[in-house]
Every structure is written in structure tokens, then in C-alpha cells.
């Protein structure tokens, strides 16, 4: 009876604790919802808010269970010191409190809660994150205010789990107390069950992360994810990806999947290699004694549409467009929603597959068949990268000399000063490549800037940019979250820009023989307003420039990614029948898909690739608007995106041989 009497008395209080954390966490989804209110749709109404609230509340059951739980074992069943209960409920409280507070800056920077961007975060510079979120996110007052928020929480609970329970009923008979325990125990089980599947008792209709967007509304879809359980799906997503389970991924396709690419739909060959050889149909420019591939920190598409000209932030990029040696394509997806997925897009040739190709060891032990590095030495130039960070941030310079790069130069290699946590200035890091290029042989250097990130430090005035002009202009443009804030960050894109231009402009006088690529590593973490396009969330910019390109160089807006950049320079440049490999065709013979890991562009349409969501692209004339047929567009690049996805996860997992063992 002993037992019984302290283990009913700690199954009521750990029902106080459960209760507890499932209401801070409902209420804190109220609040996010409530200061965030200017994310949610126009046309959303306000039932899906309440929709929203009570699936995150069955949501949240799982959450509030798992902390109850530990309470519950090593409490009310061990029966440890009940004080421990309360440290749980305290140690949740402020877990939770701080993530409700960095939720805000997350939002607003991925327009989404807790996701795949943290897990890349463990593997990149992390005293550089910690050094960011200080300076540009506010993680100190955030967490000052989440200690207080803890503290209030602990006064709660501390006075919730000491009101007094419900005494143990009279049981005066071994039947009673034997009756009793087992109504308790499947009480339990029960209880337990209903909070496992999310207020249901069977998987089918209960509710979890994979089908708790109930609403038609993004933003209120994510605000049903606690904060908890965004992160367990960020886990979840990062073991599915390791494991091959990711969408447009079929292990049990590689034969058919290497058939579409192929150049020879005939191929029935073990190895992949034939059918990722491609033939260079003849040289189209004269050789160019260097040729610079320019990957902007950020460099999104949008600030350069017509909508957004008030801005004046894209004018050095612009002004290369409107050159007679220009081509540019607006057609174009960077390969993912990070740098190094940029980087390692480019140097390995293989599309973003959401497995960190530089930190898999086949990466270190032989060369990828579609790296570009030994392709361009093959033609007999020379492959150098120059980065305005840290040679060894994310192995970087590690993964790049290992698949076949000459020399690669960080910051420090060039004596620049450190100007934020993650590097220099862009204007020293090509002034140092500019000096340099006096001693270089023939070049292909990719290039990569840093100034455009947070923690948004740079002197903006000193550089000339008008932050009150920018101000005012935003100011005009709907749903912008945050007016000075984005003046700032836009600040850094024009500085940006203006030093890239002034870049191309300089060493093109200086080896007016050369060719210019310029592009984006990414678009995500700025958006014109709480609403963008998938076009304006994602694209980035394709510019050609230099010796012996035109406007007609490339059919018009020829569509591409990152992957489509090295086969597309081949062909401008290689002799006829040169061979080379590449699970992209090049931008002379495009399939029409441009993709990364969340969207894809068309010709005509960009659509997100794990929802039907797809819109017309801005700059699709009126009068084509007819001949769209979205069920045909998305079809198309879903076949393309899968075939691609295939092969590139095959060869990072198995290799080229596509037989019962694997081999490289």
C-alpha cells in the first residue's frame, strides 16, 4: 500500500507537469503567432488560426509527454526525490522559453521553424554561429528574457505540484487494491496512447509532424510544429536522407535514371560513367586566358526584377547585363539553400542530395568522375579557389584540394584583415586576386564572397550606400517585416555588388581575353517581404560575361542551376569531341529544369518539389499565359529532378558501378 499510495500521488502530479508544458507551449505558439501576425496570408482566414492552435495542441501532447515521462519513470516509479520533478518542469521551461525566443530571428531569416538549417549548423563553424547570433540575432537579451520567463514558469510549477492531491481510496481488500492498480495501469496506458498519436488512439488519425499542416495557410502550418517537435523533424529529415529517403531518390531506379540523363537512352552498360559522358560540339569563344566563376554570398535574383529598381541596390550587375558581351539568364536555382552545398555543387559536380559531400570519406579517396577540377586542367588551365573566410571552415579547402583543385586561398593566405567572424572583406579578397593574377597561368578560379552574411557589421555610410533612401524606398513595398533592418542587410548585397562589378570591370581591362561568371550561392535568408515568390525566395542571377559573349551566345533565359555551370564552359570553350562528364547537360542544350533542394524553375513556372505549389515565373509574358500547362511543367521536372537526385546519391554512396555490390 506504501508503494501505491506514493505512486498515485506521483501519477497526479506528474499529470500537473504534463499539463503544464502543454499549455506554455500552446501559449507560446499563441504569442509567436500573434507578433508574427504579419506572415500570415491575406486571404487566410481566421478559423485556420484556431485550426492552426488546436492541431498544435494535439501536437504538443507528444511533446509535453516526453518531458512528463522522464518525471514519471525516475520519480513516481523509482521514486526518486520528488524535487526532481520540479527540476525537469524548470530545466523544460527554460529549453522551451529559449527556443520560443530564437524562433523570431529563425523565422525571419528561413521563413520556416526549426529545420534542415540546423543540423548543417553542427557541422559548420560553430563558435562563428555563436559569434553571429550574438552580434546580429540578440542571442543575449533573448536569453536574458528567457531566464526570466523561466523563473516566472518556476514559480508556477513550484506552487502547481505543491497543492495537495487526492487522497488513495479506501481499499480494505486485496481484491480492491488489486482492481484498483489495474484500472490505474490502463488508465495509463491508455492516457499514454492518446498522447503518443496526438489526441488519437490509432496512427491513422492521429496527428504528427509529416501531417499536421492542416491549413492552407505556410506560416501557420509551421507555427503547429512546437519547438520540440521542429526539431525532431529536422532529425528525422537528416536520418531519412542519410539512409537514401530522400524525395526524387529511387535506389531501385539507378539503371533508369542514368538513361534519362544519358545523352544515349540506349545504354545498358554496369557502370555509369558512358552514360554520363557528353561531347563537346566545338569551341564557340577563343580560349580565354582566365576564366572566373563568382559565387555571391547571397546573391538573390529579386532586387534585380523591374518591381524593385526604386532599391538601386543591383545597379553594378545590371549595368554588366546591359553590356553587348553579356548574356544573362533569369531562369536559374542555385543548387541549395547553403554555401557549402554551393561549393560543393560546383567543385564535385553533383546536385544537392542533402548529404554533406565533404564529409564523406569517399570524397578523400578518389576523384568524383564529374569534379570540374580535372576537366578544365585537362584543357589546360590551371584551378584555383578563393574564399574571403577561413580555409578550413567546413572543409572546404580540404574537400577542394582532394577533388583535383591546384591552390586554394583563404583570408589569412592573402594577409587580408579579418573584417566579421567569418572572414574579410569582399573588396580585399579580389584586390588580392586581382594583384595575384599577374603570376598565374591560364585560370579557372571560383571565387566566393563573404560580406554579404550576418552579422551585418560593415560601414555603410563609409562605402557610400544612402541607408535612409533605401529606407524610404522600402517603405513602399508591401509586408516588409522589418524596414531598417532589411535597409541594412540590402545595404550589404549593394556593397556586394558594387565590388563584384568593379571586379570585372578591372581584371577584364586587365585580361580582356577573360570570361566572367556570375551567380549566387544562394538566395535564402533575405526576401523582399513576409510573402515572396518562390521565384523571389529561391533564384539567383546567371551572367556570362567577357571575351567573345553576346546576347545570343545561349538561347534566352536558358534554364539552369549551379550544375549547369561547368558543362555549359566546356562547350563554350573545348574543342569538338573533347569528352567530359556531368549529370547536368549545359545551357546550349538545357532539359528545361533548374533545381535544388526545396524548388525548381521551368520556363515558364517555379514550383516547390515536396508540395503541387507552383506559380507563373514574373517575367512569363501575358500572352503565353495560355499555352502554361502546370500538370505537364511539374511532370516534366519531377522526372528530371529524380533522375538526377538518383545518380548523384548513387555515385556519393556507391560509386560508378551499378551492379549487386558496390565499387568504385
Known amino acids: 500500500?506504501?508503494?501505491?499510495?506514493?505512486?498515485?500521488?506521483?501519477?497526479?502530479?506528474?499529470?500537473?507537469?504534463?499539463?503544464?508544458?502543454?499549455?506554455?507551449?500552446?501559449?507560446?505558439?499563441?504569442?509567436?503567432?500573434?507578433?508574427?501576425?504579419?506572415?500570415?496570408?491575406?486571404?487566410?482566414?481566421?478559423?485556420?488560426?484556431?485550426?492552426?492552435?488546436?492541431?498544435?495542441?494535439?501536437?504538443?501532447?507528444?511533446?509535453?509527454?516526453?518531458?512528463?515521462?522522464?518525471?514519471?519513470?525516475?520519480?513516481?516509479?523509482?521514486?526518486?526525490?520528488?524535487?526532481?520533478?520540479?527540476?525537469?518542469?524548470?530545466?523544460?521551461?527554460?529549453?522551451?522559453?529559449?527556443?520560443?525566443?530564437?524562433?523570431?530571428?529563425?523565422?525571419?531569416?528561413?521563413?520556416?521553424?526549426?529545420?534542415?538549417?540546423?543540423?548543417?549548423?553542427?557541422?559548420?563553424?560553430?563558435?562563428?554561429?555563436?559569434?553571429?547570433?550574438?552580434?546580429?540575432?540578440?542571442?543575449?537579451?533573448?536569453?536574458?528574457?528567457?531566464?526570466?520567463?523561466?523563473?516566472?514558469?518556476?514559480?508556477?510549477?513550484?506552487?502547481?505540484?505543491?497543492?495537495?492531491?487526492?487522497?488513495?481510496?479506501?481499499?480494505?481488500?486485496?481484491?480492491?487494491?488489486?482492481?484498483?492498480?489495474?484500472?490505474?495501469?490502463?488508465?495509463?496506458?491508455?492516457?499514454?496512447?492518446?498522447?503518443?498519436?496526438?489526441?488519437?488512439?490509432?496512427?491513422?488519425?492521429?496527428?504528427?509532424?509529416?501531417?499536421?499542416?492542416?491549413?492552407?495557410?505556410?506560416?501557420?502550418?509551421?507555427?503547429?510544429?512546437?519547438?520540440?517537435?521542429a526539431l525532431y523533424r529536422a532529425r528525422a529529415m537528416a536520418k531519412r536522407m542519410e539512409a537514401g529517403e530522400i524525395f526524387g531518390v529511387d535506389k531501385n531506379k539507378i539503371l533508369e535514371s542514368a538513361q534519362i540523363i544519358a545523352v544515349n537512352h540506349e545504354l545498358t552498360e554496369k557502370n555509369l560513367a558512358p552514360y554520363l559522358e557528353r561531347k563537346a560540339a566545338g569551341e564557340k569563344i577563343p580560349k580565354p586566358k582566365h576564366i572566373f566563376i563568382i559565387l555571391g554570398e547571397t546573391f538573390m535574383q529579386w532586387p534585380m526584377l523591374g518591381k524593385y529598381d526604386e532599391l538601386l541596390i543591383a545597379e553594378g550587375i545590371k549595368s554588366l547585363i546591359a553590356e553587348d558581351k553579356c548574356y544573362y539568364s533569369r531562369n536559374f536555382m542555385p543548387n541549395g539553400d547553403f554555401t557549402s552545398t554551393a561549393i560543393t555543387g560546383l567543385v564535385t559536380g553533383l546536385p544537392d542530395v542533402n548529404i554533406k559531400v565533404n564529409y564523406q570519406s569517399r570524397t578523400y579517396d578518389k576523384l568524383y568522375i564529374t569534379a570540374m577540377a580535372p576537366m578544365f586542367r585537362e584543357l589546360g588551365y590551371k584551378v584555383d579557389f578563393w574564399y574571403g573566410g577561413m580555409p578550413t571552415w567546413d572543409s572546404i579547402a580540404k574537400m577542394s584540394l582532394a577533388q583535383g583543385f591546384d591552390s586554394f586561398y583563404g583570408y589569412p593566405d592573402f594577409n587580408a584583415p579579418k573584417q566579421t567572424t567569418w572572414g574579410t572583406k569582399d573588396e580585399n579578397l579580389?584586390?588580392?586576386?586581382?594583384?595575384?593574377?599577374?603570376?598565374?597561368?591560364?585560370?579557372?578560379?571560383?571565387?566566393?564572397?563573404?560580406?554579404?552574411?550576418?552579422?551585418?557589421?560593415?560601414d555603410l555610410a563609409a562605402e557610400g550606400y544612402d541607408v535612409n533612401a533605401v529606407t524610404e524606398a522600402l517603405k513602399k513595398i508591401p509586408n516588409v517585416d522589418d524596414v531598417n533592418q532589411l535597409a541594412?542587410?540590402?545595404?550589404?548585397?549593394?556593397?556586394?555588388?558594387?565590388?563584384?562589378?568593379?571586379?570585372?570591370?578591372?581584371?577584364?581591362?586587365?585580361?580582356?581575353?577573360?570570361?566572367?561568371?556570375?551567380?549566387?550561392?544562394?538566395?535564402?535568408?533575405?526576401?523582399?517581404?513576409?510573402?515572396?515568390?518562390?521565384?523571389?525566395?529561391?533564384?539567383?542571377?546567371?551572367?556570362?560575361?567577357?571575351?567573345?559573349?553576346?546576347k545570343e551566345i545561349l538561347p534566352p533565359d536558358a534554364v539552369g542551376d549551379h550544375i549547369s555551370i561547368v558543362p555549359t564552359l566546356i562547350e563554350l570553350i573545348a574543342p569538338k569531341d573533347f569528352a567530359y562528364y556531368s549529370i547536368a547537360p549545359s545551357l546550349f542544350n538545357s532539359d528545361g529544369v533548374g533545381f535544388n533542394n526545396a524548388a525548381f524553375v521551368t520556363a515558364k513556372v517555379a514550383g516547390q518539389i515536396g508540395s503541387d505549389v507552383m506559380e507563373l515565373l514574373p517575367h512569363v509574358a501575358s500572352n503565353e499565359l495560355n499555352d502554361v500547362n502546370l500538370t505537364e511543367e511539374r511532370t516534366h521536372a519531377i522526372e528530371i529532378i529524380s533522375a538526377m537526385r538518383t545518380v548523384a546519391w548513387w555515385i556519393i554512396i556507391n560509386g560508378l558501378f551499378m551492379g549487386d555490390e558496390p565499387t568504385n
Open 430 to 458: 579580389f584586390n588580392a586576386l586581382l594583384a595575384h593574377l599577374d603570376e598565374e597561368p591560364p585560370t579557372v578560379h571560383l571565387i566566393m564572397t563573404t560580406t554579404n552574411h550576418p552579422p551585418y557589421n560593415l
Open 1 to 229: 500500500m506504501k508503494f501505491l499510495n506514493r505512486f498515485f500521488d506521483g501519477v497526479q502530479r506528474d499529470a500537473r507537469l504534463f499539463l503544464f508544458v502543454l499549455i506554455l507551449l500552446e501559449i507560446y505558439r499563441g504569442l509567436f503567432i500573434f507578433f508574427m501576425s504579419n506572415y500570415i496570408g491575406e486571404a487566410t482566414e481566421t478559423s485556420q488560426i484556431f485550426s492552426a492552435m488546436f492541431a498544435g495542441l494535439r501536437l504538443s501532447l507528444k511533446t509535453a509527454g516526453a518531458v512528463t515521462l522522464i518525471s514519471f519513470v525516475f520519480v513516481t516509479i523509482v521514486g526518486l526525490k520528488s524535487r526532481l520533478r520540479l527540476l525537469i518542469g524548470i530545466i523544460a521551461a527554460f529549453v522551451f522559453s529559449l527556443l520560443f525566443m530564437l524562433r523570431f530571428p529563425y523565422y525571419r531569416a528561413f521563413q520556416s521553424t526549426f529545420g534542415m538549417e540546423v543540423v548543417e549548423g553542427f557541422n559548420d563553424d560553430i563558435w562563428s554561429i555563436i559569434v553571429t547570433m550574438f552580434q546580429e540575432y540578440g542571442i543575449a537579451w533573448r536569453l536574458i528574457v528567457a531566464i526570466i520567463l523561466m523563473i516566472l514558469c518556476a514559480a508556477v510549477l513550484s506552487r502547481l505540484l505543491m497543492i495537495k492531491t487526492f487522497p488513495l481510496p479506501a481499499l480494505d481488500s486485496k481484491k480492491k487494491i488489486a482492481g484498483f492498480s489495474a484500472a490505474l495501469v490502463v488508465g495509463i496506458f491508455l492516457f499514454g496512447l492518446f498522447v503518443r498519436f496526438g489526441g488519437s488512439f490509432t496512427y491513422a488519425s492521429g496527428i504528427n509532424w509529416e501531417n499536421a499542416g492542416v491549413t492552407t495557410d505556410d506560416f501557420l502550418n509551421e507555427c503547429i510544429l512546437d519547438d520540440a517537435q
Open 488 to 550: 541594412i542587410e540590402l545595404g550589404h548585397y549593394w556593397y556586394m555588388d558594387e565590388v563584384i562589378t568593379n571586379f570585372v570591370r578591372a581584371a577584364s581591362g586587365k585580361f580582356p581575353e577573360s570570361i566572367f561568371v556570375i551567380t549566387g550561392d544562394h538566395a535564402v535568408r533575405c526576401d523582399p517581404s513576409t510573402h515572396p515568390t518562390i521565384f523571389e525566395h529561391q533564384s539567383v542571377p546567371f551572367v556570362l560575361y567577357g571575351a567573345g559573349i553576346n
